[in-house]
């Protein structure tokens, strides 16, 4: 068993990037988004990637499928626009 700490650093005025680790019954799952450093709205857009990200996992339940996870990012990527 091991202990996971996160830290993310603003650039700028305000951190956009976000990290989450979650207990999943496969392991632990990292997700990283980063926030588009400065650009408008990049915050958000990362906050969308964690929350679309863990009801993949929590629905689905399949870490294995890398391809599964970056069509749920795209997804989430385009309804944030």
Do not use: N
């Not at 650093?9 to 926030?35: C, N, S, Y």
């Amino acid at each position: 068993m091991f202990e996971v700490t996160t830290f993310t650093e603003a650039f700028g005025t305000r951190a956009q990037d976000r990290v989450d680790v979650v207990e999943h019954p496969g392991g632990k799952v990292i997700i990283l988004a980063d926030g588009a450093g400065g650009t408008s709205g990049g915050a958000e857009a990362a906050d969308t990637v964690l929350l679309w990200v863990k009801s993949y996992l929590i629905r689905e339940g399949d870490i294995r499928e890398a391809s599964a996870l970056q069509d749920v990012v795209a997804i989430a990527l385009c309804r944030k626009r």
